[in-house]
């Protein structure tokens, strides 16, 4: 009886501890909004002021106003393409931001040409310390680069097909994309300017390209003029849009997996009934010593 | 034993558990890594890069494409190279730079020297072809010294992969190319000298051409007189063709007379500029290039007269999206009161919006209609007054704002909002005239959306259910958006924060503090200090003596059991204390005196005894006698003797 006591003592402590360690253990998945280290994007989240959605089907039905940001690095659903498909139709912008994810998908879905390539854009000359980081300087007037000169990229890649997307920004001519991956030029690859951010007018709606989402992390939102291009960008219509972070594609980790456990736990707890059922058992085992003590009592009266 | 064995076990599992659940990371499906932190990113100077790049220049400059080479090297400045080798690329780019310039110029002064040439200009070719000389020496000195710090740069890089000899193969090949160029041009140079000295050879004769006009000032779209003549040592020469020059620019061809003379009648273009210049040019052809030099005359300069027009232009009014505004203004014109009727154009941001005729007066007064969709901000009106013969046209630019008529919102909003009840949220929009109905109504609101349109006196009401949510108390921000229909009019947005409060959780709060509260109560009512009947106890205790009237007897009882009490807890303390004990406040009498005598037995008898007067006393009917507080005084020092206090 003792031993079994100390076990679920023990058990239910454990549980506790590692709880709250899980729970307040710091985010550190790429993108994350609530990841405020170099790899998060709590800093764009903050100044975008950015409603963060867990599943498109969080996507309001009045898409006019509203820009949806998302980073494809996990397939997408059908449905999940036809949300995408219609939110565009009723007049949403779409920033669909990626490099070497599953952004194909949806341009295949929308049966447009262009495609993110989804091999690595090198710039060996107009960089930042490498040639990982190139600078893009090549612009068309579209307002979003108002009183921009650079974008710093990060690990990107290039746009291809582009004969149905307006091209709103190339790389320098002396880019290359990496084909055999080697990390240096070779005769057969694509050199710059080569297309990077690009615009096509669907429906009611628009679809940006760009082919590079790490420009919103929070090591990359300072460099150069990106913050300044993101705000041109949410403020393409001439005011802020209403900016939707679609998190639902991004890579998870386990410790993602274990704070939605507890997260759908406590929401869970907290509903009505169950908030009723779990008192009740505090109250229960409150009362419970309650109980003894007057038994105890009764007897000794007996006595 | 057992128990801290457990403990251990699951300890390092939930240790290992919390280690795999933190670090684990699930197979990447990407095929490169999505990014690297560019604090901690390595500095690496690509060789292939900087070595492409003065390919680029050369290849460029090699075939005399000079404006893009300049292009290519006015980017040099963005490029990351590394601090040991930021010294050669400097002095490479401001040799290359050098070079491009020179090669430039020389190419177009070996072009200039030519024509000059072709036109018998002797004395004109000369100093080109001697600045040509120059710029050739600099050339061949720059071009020495950048494959000087070519060969440097080669060094420094450390060339080793293919793709960086094949670069490097290229660049040596482009600096053999730029040296044919310039090699090109020093030949072109050498023709050009080897003309001269052929032309000087011939022994040719000078020709001299005069060029005079009838006027010094003249109104434009006048005619004028030009007239000269051309002559050489020998006299007059008749029937040559010389061509009239106006700013340098060929205008017209007139052949002299017999005596030499030539005269020709100009009409004086429309440009309103204060003077114009003429020059005649004599260029020998056929027989005459074995005979003459070519000869240019010195420069006539015409002062043009017209009448300078200006406007002056106001806007009346404010200026909004979509609605018109008054763009009033008085063409005048210099020594005339009248300027008559004059075409003008009214451009905003350089489009043209309106074309019209002023009034005979110069006024006029334009009603402009603004685009819809123009932006909110500064914008640039021009007006441009058309010239008209001699009288020359007039423009001015002024700038003025574009705004949005302000709407008034007056917002009814609870601050405190119940789930899962409904909230209503009232407001009244109106502008300067008065109530404001033309507009969609929008709320976000839990990340939902409602519309909703005000009524004609701009009152809007909309009620929201209040969902449930998982805590019981949390703020909310609702963001209210009038978007009126009238494109001048602007835009509102209010932001709102609401506290909500779920009812049903706060209601399952209160029932567990009321629990709480409950199982608080039996505390108190088991505390010893503090015996909850010892109030009752005098009513139903047998007065001993009829004699003593009741309120006093009570006095006493209420004192004799007090005293018994404080022996006791007197005692219990001292035992407590001494073998380090606590007890439970729902600890019975006999617990106490179970758990406090298992470990000193000494103590046991006289605590025993002393628990057993308490008992009595305080549940019994009898009250404490002096003698039994006399006897718990004693067992009191015997507990205290046992204790060693």
New interface residues.
């Given amino acids: 009886m003792k031993l079994l006591k100390v076990l679920a003592i023990t058990l239910l402590a454990s549980l506790i501890l590692s709880a709250s360690i899980i729970w307040f253990y710091p985010q550190t998945g790429d993108f994350k909004p609530d990841n405020s280290f170099w790899n998060g994007s709590s800093k764009f989240v903050k100044t975008s002021n950015a409603t963060i959605i867990n599943s498109l089907k969080d996507i309001p039905s009045n898409a006019k106003s509203v820009m949806l940001l998302t980073i494809p690095y996990t397939h997408y659903d059908t449905w999940e393409l036809e949300t995408l498909k219609s939110f565009l139709t009723e007049g949403g912008i779409l920033v669909l931001m990626d490099d070497y994810g599953y952004g194909n998908e949806l341009l295949e879905y929308l049966n447009l040409s262009v495609r993110f390539s989804g091999k690595p854009l090198l710039d060996p000359l107009f960089n930042y310390k490498n040639k990982w980081f190139p600078k893009i300087s090549i612009f068309s007037n579209h307002t979003i680069f108002q009183n921009v000169t650079t974008v710093l990229f990060n690990h990107a890649t290039a746009l291809v097909n582009t004969s149905d997307v307006e091209v709103l920004a190339w790389s320098s001519s002396f880019s290359f994309l990496d084909l055999n991956d080697d990390g240096k030029y070779t005769s057969n690859e694509p050199m710059g300017p080569l297309p990077v951010i690009a615009k096509k007018d669907f429906g009611n709606g628009s679809l940006i390209l760009i082919s590079d989402p790490s420009i919103i992390i929070n090591s990359m939102i300072d460099m150069e003029d990106n913050q300044k291009f993101l705000t041109n960008l949410i403020n393409v219509h001439g005011k802020p849009l209403h900016v939707l972070f679609d998190i639902s594609h991004l890579p998870r980790t386990a410790i993602d997996d274990a704070k939605d456990a507890l997260r759908y736990l406590r929401d869970i707890a907290l509903t009505p009934p169950i908030s009723f059922i779990l008192v009740l058992i505090t109250v229960i085992i409150l009362l419970k010593p309650l109980q003894k003590g007057g038994k105890r009592y009764g007897s000794e009266r007996g006595k | 034993m ?2 801290l064995l ?2 251990t076990v ?2 390092l599992l ?1 240790v290992s ?2 280690h ?7 197979p ?12 901690t ?4 100077t ?1 060789t ?3 070595l ?2 003065f390919v ?1 220049i050369s290849e460029f400059a090699a075939s005399e494409n000079y404006d893009d080479a300049k292009t290519l090297l006015a ?1 040099l400045n ?3 190279v590394s601090e040991d080798l930021k010294y050669t690329i400097w002095r490479l780019t401001n040799l290359s730079a050098g070079l491009i310039d020179i090669l430039q110029e020389l190419k177009t002064t070996l072009h200039q020297a030519e024509i000059l040439l072709d036109q018998m200009l002797l004395n004109d070719s000369i100093p080109l072809i001697e600045k040509a000389e120059n710029l050739t020496r600099s050339a061949t000195i720059l071009l020495r010294e950048i494959k000087d710090a070519v060969e440097t740069l080669y060094l420094r890089l450390n060339l080793q ?1 293919a ?1 960086e000899i094949h670069l490097k193969d290229k660049l040596d090949k482009l600096l053999v190319k730029l040296e044919d160029l310039l090699n090109k041009y020093k030949s072109l140079l050498n023709d050009l000298k080897e003309r001269v000295h052929e032309i000087n050879e011939r022994n040719l004769n000078e020709t001299i051409l005069l060029l005079y006009c009838n006027t010094t000032k003249a109104f434009v779209g006048s005619f004028v007189k030009l007239y000269g003549t051309l002559s050489w040592s020998g006299g007059a020469l008749p029937g040559r063709r010389i061509t009239i020059l106006l700013n340098e620019v060929p205008l017209q061809n007139v052949t002299t007379d017999s005596n030499g003379n030539y005269e020709v009648i100009v009409k004086l273009p429309y440009i309103y500029t204060n003077s114009i210049s003429f020059r005649a040019l004599f260029v020998p052809s056929d027989d005459d290039k074995l005979h003459f030099l070519g000869s240019k005359s010195p420069q006539v300069t015409v002062q043009l007269l017209f009448f300078k027009t200006f406007v002056n232009v106001t806007i009346m009014g404010d200026a909004h999206p979509g609605l018109p505004i008054n763009v009033t203004g008085i063409i005048r014109v210099k020594n005339q009161t009248t300027p008559g009727k004059k075409l003008f154009q009214i451009f905003i941001d350089n489009k043209l919006l309106v074309e019209d005729l002023s009034n005979p007066d110069g006024t006029f007064n334009v009603s402009v209609t603004l685009n819809p969709n123009i ?2 901000g500064l914008h640039k009106l021009t007006v441009h007054v058309k010239p008209n013969k001699t009288h020359s046209g007039a423009s001015v630019n002024i700038t003025f704002a574009v705004t949005k008529l302000p709407l008034h919102v007056h917002l009814d909003a609870p601050y405190l909002v119940f789930a899962p009840l409904t909230m209503t949220i009232k407001g009244n929009i109106s502008w300067e005239q008065g109530p404001f109905s033309n507009a969609t109504i ?1 709320i ?1 609101c839990e ?3 409602f ?1 909703t349109k005000p009524d004609d006196h701009g009152s809007f009401k909309i009620n929201i259910n209040v969902e ?1 949510f ?2 019981i108390i949390m703020d909310e921000k609702i ?1 209210i ?1 009038i978007k009126p229909v009238e494109p001048w009019f602007s ?1 509102e947005k209010i932001t709102i924060r609401i506290v909500k409060i779920n009812i ?2 706060m209601g ?1 709060l209160f ?2 503090a009321a ?2 509260g409950f ?1 608080a109560l ?1 505390k108190k009512r ?1 505390t010893i200090k503090k015996p909850a009947r010892k109030e009752e106890l005098p009513v139903k205790v047998e007065p001993p003596h009829k004699t003593i009237p009741s309120e006093m007897k009570i006095k006493v009882l209420e004192k004799n059991v007090r005293m018994v009490v404080k022996i006791y807890e007197e005692a219990l303390k001292t035992l407590l204390r001494k073998l380090n004990l606590r007890i439970e406040p ?1 600890m ?1 009498l ?2 106490i005196l179970k758990l406090v005598s298992s470990d000193l037995k000494e103590t046991y008898k006289p605590f025993s005894k002393l628990t057993f007067i308490v008992e009595k006393s305080i549940y019994s009917m009898h009250p404490p006698s002096e003698k039994e507080i006399e006897e718990a005084r004693h067992l009191l020092e015997d507990i205290k003797r046992g204790t060693g206090e």
């Fill in positions: 057992k128990g457990i403990l699951i300890g939930i558990s919390l795999f659940v933190i670090t684990a990371q699930y990447n499906n990407l095929t490169y890594i999505p990014h690297e932190d560019p604090n990113a390595q500095e690496r690509d292939t890069g900087i492409m790049l680029n980017q963005k490029i990351t992969s793709m932006s909110v929008i976000m990340d939902r959306i519309t449930f998982p805590s963001e958006f835009e049903v959780n399952l029932m567990f629990t709480f199982l039996p088991f729902y019975t006999r617990e």
